[in-house]
């Protein structure tokens, strides 16, 4: 049996005890416990209890006792199962874990990924010292945990609904956080909003009035105006800012937009 022990209580979730156990045939416990307890079945069988209900479980499967609940499961005698076990602590633990979406019964007939064993023998080799590092790497590895399991235990999502004003607000609120990244084409906005190109860009037209590359360029001209006024940028510097790799192409951008070249509106703009 390989067990340990966290004494981190940083951030909104972080691990409080794992482990990994190749059970004996016939090994048995009944406790108690205070946290969300979740075990994940590598390989074998055995049976578990909820109240006088027993329910067999093999390796792809799960269980999960929460706080106050009375835990009683059971390796079986010739397929002993093997299993990793994992509890969480910190503000969002209860959340996350109902988030999850496991049955009220807290069984998981599975199957569960391989992929969910990984976070857990990350974190049992960790070595032991309680830096802030290391508090952020478990952190990190209970997310990806929950992450994980809450993915394995809902279906593909449905295809996008055909909200046309919704769809064109999220795609102006993707370019408006992203207009600076160079060379940003129209069809990673559709992929990042799960949409095709195509049916994207007309309704965003029909919805704003604007194309996506006229909106994105409006945004990068915007922003540029912006920096011009402070005077301490090159034309390079402000170009590279906004999303071009070539200062003559944002010129000639800036002046489709402003009517002047970047030097002259920010000569202009000086002596106001």
């Known amino acids: 049996m390989t067990n340990k022990l966290f004494a981190t209580d940083r951030g909104d979730l972080f691990p409080i005890y794992c482990g990994r156990e190749r059970c004996l045939p016939g090994h048995e416990s009944q406790e108690v416990r205070n946290h969300h307890f979740l075990h994940v079945i590598a390989a074998g069988s055995g049976?578990?209890?909820?109240?006088?209900?027993?329910?067999?479980?093999?390796?792809?499967?799960?269980?999960?006792?929460?706080?106050?609940?009375r835990a009683h499961y059971r390796a079986d005698q010739r397929t002993p199962w093997t299993y990793y076990w994992i509890a969480f602590g910190g503000p969002r633990s209860v959340d996350c874990w109902e988030q999850c979406g496991i049955p009220a019964d807290g069984i998981i007939?599975?199957?569960?990924?391989?992929?969910?064993?990984?976070?857990?023998?990350?974190?049992?080799?960790?070595?032991?010292?309680?830096?802030?590092?290391?508090?952020?790497?478990?952190?990190?590895?209970?997310?990806?945990?929950?992450?994980?399991?809450?993915?394995?235990?809902?279906?593909?999502p449905a295809p996008p609904v055909r909200?046309?004003?919704?769809?064109?607000?999220?795609?102006?609120?993707?370019?408006?956080?992203?207009?600076?990244?160079?060379?940003?084409?129209?069809?990673?906005?559709?992929?990042?909003?799960?949409?095709?190109?195509?049916?994207?860009?007309?309704?965003?037209?029909?919805?704003?009035?604007?194309?996506?590359?006229?909106?994105?360029?409006?945004?990068?001209?915007?922003?540029?105006?912006?920096?011009?006024?402070?005077?301490?940028?090159?034309?390079?510097?402000?170009?590279?800012?906004?999303?071009?790799?070539d200062p003559f192409a944002f010129s000639r951008a800036f002046h489709r937009a402003h009517g002047q070249a970047p030097r002259d509106w920010r000569m202009r703009s000086e002596n106001r």
Request: proline share 5%.
């Open 47 to 69: 049976d578990v209890w909820h109240g006088t209900d027993c329910r067999r479980l093999s390796a792809g499967g799960g269980f999960l006792y929460r706080p106050g609940e």
């Open 109 to 156: 007939p599975g199957p569960l990924p391989a992929a969910i064993h990984q976070p857990i023998e990350q974190l049992l080799a960790l070595a032991g010292a309680e830096e802030v590092a290391l508090d952020w790497t478990r952190q990190a590895l209970s997310w990806r945990f929950l992450a994980t399991l809450r993915g394995s235990l809902h279906p593909a």
């Open 163 to 245: 909200d046309p004003a919704r769809h064109a607000a999220r795609a102006a609120a993707f370019l408006e956080r992203h207009f600076s990244r160079h060379n940003l084409r129209i069809s990673e906005v559709a992929a990042a909003l799960h949409l095709e190109r195509t049916y994207l860009a007309a309704l965003f037209q029909t919805e704003t009035g604007s194309s996506l590359r006229d909106y994105l360029a409006g945004l990068r001209m915007a922003r540029a105006a912006e920096l011009l006024q402070r005077g301490d940028l090159s034309i390079k510097e402000i170009a590279s800012s906004v999303g071009y790799t």
